[in-house]
C-alpha cells in the first residue's frame, strides 16, 4: 500500500498531471451526450436520459478540428481526448467521432480515453482496438454497476483490452453503507490482475464529499490499490513544495480523500491547455467545476484562453479538472518562511543574551 501522508499539501505551490506538465499536450473532456442504456437507482437524474440526445456527427467532428486548430495556435500540438456521458458506446455514430479524431497527419502524439460501463458486445471492442490503433494510447475507466453487469464477464472484458495494449481502470464510487461488498469484489477484479481506483462519493452538487466514512475507510480511499502498468507502480501527477521539492502520486482521484481541492486564486491552465464539452447544449467551458462564463458552444463557437487564468471556483471536485496544471504566487509561504525566519533570530538573540549573561 502506497503512502502519500508525507505529501504536504498545504505547501505545494505547483503540480499537474506529469503528461500535461511536461509535453505540449492539450486535453479534452467530453460528455458526448447523456443517454444511456443502464438506469442504476443511484444515479442522479441529471446525469442520465433514456432518450438519446446526441447532436449532428458532422458538428462533433468539425468541433474536433476546431479545438486542435485554437489549440496548436497556443503550441498546444498534441492532444487527449476522453469521452464520457450517459454512456458513449451508446452513441450509434461513435465509431465515426473516434476514427475522425484517430485520423490526424500533422501531430506526433495522441492518446484517447473513455469512461465507459463495458457494456457493448467484444465484436464492439475489436471494431474500437481496429479504429483507433493509429493512436500512441488508449485508456478506459471502467464503471462497475452491480444492478445490471456481471463481475465475471465484466472482468474478462477488461482483460481483453488489457491484452490488446489498452490501460484499464475500474473506477469504483464507494458508497458508505456498501463499502465492504464493494471492497471485496474490487480486491477480486485486482487480483485478476486489473487497476481498481476506490472514489469517494460526491453530494449531489459534486462540491463535497458525502458523511458516513469511518477513519479506516478514509484511508483506504487514500492509499488502496495504488496504480500499476505492467507491474510497475504508475505515479502520473507531480506535485512541487514552496522549497522545489517534488512529489508523485498515482492519480488525481485521490486529491478529494486528502481534502486538497481548494485553488481559488491559483493560476490554472484549464481554458488553456484544456477544455471540456458537455450537454445538453453543447457548452465549452474551462473545466467542469469551474464558477466561470462558458468558452461558447460547439454550434456558435467558442473561444480558448491565451493564457493560464486566475481561479475564481471555491471547489476543484472532479479528478479531470484537478490534474490541470495550477500554480500559485509564494507570497503566503513567503510570509510564513519570513516568520520562521525572524522566529530563529530571536532564538540565536536569546541564546547569546544568556550567555553574555552567564559572562558577566
Ligand atoms: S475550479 Fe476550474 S479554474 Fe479552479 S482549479 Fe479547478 S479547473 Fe482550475
Same mark, same amino acid.
Not at 463481475?151 to 489498452?166: A, K, P, Q, Y
Not at 488553456?272 to 454550434?299: F, M, N, V, W
Given at each position: 500500500?502506497?503512502?502519500?501522508?508525507?505529501?504536504?499539501?498545504?505547501?505545494?505551490?505547483?503540480?499537474?498531471?506529469?503528461?500535461?506538465?511536461?509535453?505540449?499536450?492539450?486535453?479534452?473532456?467530453?460528455?458526448?451526450?447523456?443517454?444511456?442504456?443502464?438506469?442504476?437507482?443511484?444515479?442522479?437524474?441529471?446525469?442520465?436520459?433514456?432518450?438519446?440526445?446526441?447532436?449532428?456527427?458532422?458538428?462533433?467532428?468539425?468541433?474536433?478540428?476546431?479545438? $486542435?486548430?485554437?489549440?496548436?495556435?497556443?503550441? @498546444?500540438?498534441?492532444?487527449?481526448?476522453?469521452?464520457?456521458?450517459?454512456?458513449?458506446?451508446?452513441?450509434? $455514430?461513435?465509431?465515426?467521432?473516434?476514427?475522425? !479524431?484517430?485520423?490526424?497527419?500533422?501531430?506526433?502524439?495522441?492518446?484517447?480515453?473513455?469512461?465507459?460501463?463495458?457494456?457493448?458486445?467484444?465484436?464492439?471492442?475489436?471494431?474500437?482496438?481496429?479504429?483507433?490503433?493509429?493512436?500512441?494510447?488508449?485508456?478506459?475507466?471502467?464503471?462497475?454497476?452491480?444492478?445490471?453487469?456481471?463481475?465475471?464477464?465484466?472482468?474478462?472484458?477488461?482483460?481483453?483490452?488489457?491484452?490488446?495494449?489498452?490501460?484499464?481502470?475500474?473506477?469504483?464510487?464507494?458508497?458508505?453503507?456498501?463499502?465492504?461488498?464493494?471492497?471485496?469484489?474490487?480486491?477480486?477484479?485486482?487480483?485478476?490482475?486489473?487497476?481498481?481506483?476506490?472514489?469517494?462519493?460526491?453530494?449531489?452538487?459534486?462540491?463535497?464529499?458525502?458523511?458516513? !466514512? %469511518?477513519?479506516?475507510?478514509? $484511508?483506504?480511499?487514500?492509499?488502496?490499490?495504488?496504480?500499476?502498468?505492467?507491474?510497475?507502480?504508475?505515479?502520473?501527477?507531480?506535485?512541487?513544495?514552496?522549497?522545489?521539492?517534488? !512529489?508523485?502520486?498515482?492519480?488525481?482521484?485521490?486529491?478529494?480523500?486528502?481534502? @486538497?481541492? $481548494?485553488?481559488?486564486?491559483? %493560476?490554472?491552465?484549464?481554458?488553456?491547455?484544456?477544455?471540456?464539452?458537455?450537454?445538453?447544449?453543447?457548452?465549452?467551458?474551462?473545466? !467542469?467545476?469551474?464558477?466561470?462564463?462558458?468558452?461558447?458552444?460547439?454550434?456558435?463557437?467558442?473561444?480558448?484562453?491565451?493564457?493560464?487564468?486566475?481561479?475564481?471556483?471555491?471547489?476543484?471536485?472532479?479528478?479531470?479538472?484537478?490534474?490541470?496544471?495550477? @500554480?500559485?504566487?509564494?507570497?503566503?509561504?513567503? %510570509?510564513?518562511?519570513?516568520?520562521?525566519?525572524?522566529?530563529?533570530?530571536?532564538?540565536?538573540?536569546?541564546?547569546? %543574551?544568556?550567555?553574555?549573561?552567564?559572562?558577566?
Amino acid at each position: 500500500m502506497e503512502n502519500y501522508n508525507h505529501i504536504p499539501f498545504d505547501q505545494i505551490v505547483e503540480f499537474g498531471q506529469q503528461t500535461l506538465l511536461n509535453s505540449p499536450l492539450f486535453t479534452v473532456s467530453w460528455i458526448l451526450g447523456r443517454f444511456c442504456n443502464y438506469n442504476c437507482s443511484y444515479c442522479w437524474p441529471y446525469a442520465r436520459s433514456s432518450t438519446p440526445d446526441h447532436q449532428d456527427l458532422e458538428l462533433y467532428l468539425s468541433t474536433i478540428d476546431n479545438i $486542435k486548430q485554437q489549440a496548436r495556435a497556443n503550441n @498546444f500540438t498534441q492532444f487527449h481526448f476522453s469521452f464520457s456521458g450517459g454512456e458513449p458506446t451508446a452513441y450509434k $455514430k461513435f465509431a465515426a467521432v473516434l476514427k475522425h !479524431y484517430a485520423q490526424d497527419s500533422e501531430t506526433d502524439y495522441q492518446s484517447l480515453h473513455m469512461t465507459t460501463n463495458l457494456s457493448p458486445a467484444i465484436s464492439w471492442w475489436n471494431k474500437f482496438l481496429e479504429n483507433t490503433k493509429s493512436l500512441q494510447r488508449r485508456s478506459i475507466t471502467a464503471s462497475f454497476h452491480a444492478e445490471f453487469a456481471d463481475e465475471e464477464s465484466f472482468g474478462d472484458r477488461c482483460l481483453n483490452l488489457i491484452d490488446n495494449g489498452v490501460f484499464v481502470t475500474i473506477n469504483q464510487v464507494m458508497v458508505p453503507n456498501l463499502f465492504d461488498e464493494y471492497y471485496e469484489r474490487c480486491q477480486r477484479f485486482v487480483d485478476r490482475g486489473i487497476n481498481v481506483t476506490l472514489k469517494p462519493q460526491s453530494n449531489e452538487s459534486a462540491s463535497e464529499i458525502v458523511d458516513g !466514512y %469511518n477513519d479506516e475507510q478514509i $484511508k483506504l480511499m487514500r492509499t488502496g490499490f495504488p496504480l500499476k502498468y505492467n507491474g510497475v507502480s504508475a505515479q502520473q501527477i507531480q506535485l512541487t513544495d514552496h522549497k522545489g521539492t517534488s !512529489y508523485n502520486i498515482d492519480q488525481a482521484e485521490r486529491f478529494n480523500a486528502f481534502g @486538497f481541492n $481548494k485553488f481559488k486564486g491559483w %493560476n490554472c491552465h484549464a481554458g488553456y491547455q484544456s477544455c471540456i464539452i458537455r450537454e445538453p447544449g453543447g457548452e465549452i467551458k474551462r473545466a !467542469y467545476s469551474c464558477h466561470d462564463e462558458p468558452l461558447g458552444t460547439i454550434d456558435k463557437g467558442f473561444k480558448l484562453f491565451s493564457k493560464p487564468n486566475a481561479c475564481i471556483t471555491p471547489s476543484c471536485v472532479s479528478s479531470a479538472d484537478s490534474k490541470i496544471p495550477k @500554480f500559485r504566487k509564494m507570497d503566503f509561504l513567503e %510570509n510564513a518562511l519570513q516568520e520562521q525566519e525572524m522566529l530563529e533570530i530571536s532564538r540565536q538573540q536569546s541564546v547569546r %543574551n544568556k550567555k553574555e549573561r552567564a559572562n558577566v
